[in-house]
């Protein structure tokens, strides 16, 4: 199977789902799964990330979205804190 980075941006070849690589995750039985965000809004509202088996994946574009050594988890932050 072909490895992904995180942070390419990938095609689901079955359902055309596309995004984001955010995360990857290997089983003990060898499956790898990519955590998919997409890159699109849907009436205004993100759309919620998905898991996809390596093997139904293709990269898309060549460009890969790069992040800042930030070492924080998932979630929604702010990117700036502002102090009074």
């Known amino acids: 199977m072909k490895e992904f980075k995180l942070g390419t941006i990938l095609k689901d070849k079955i359902t055309d789902f596309e995004g984001t690589a955010i995360a990857k995750v290997e089983y003990l039985n060898g499956c790898v799964r990519y955590e998919i965000q997409p890159r699109k809004l849907k ?8 898991w996809i088996d390596e093997s139904q994946l293709i990269t898309e574009k060549k460009k890969a979205v790069t992040g800042k050594s930030d070492p924080g988890g998932p979630g929604d932050r702010p990117s700036e804190i502002s102090h009074p």
């Open 43 to 50: 009436d205004g509202n993100k759309i919620e990330s998905i």
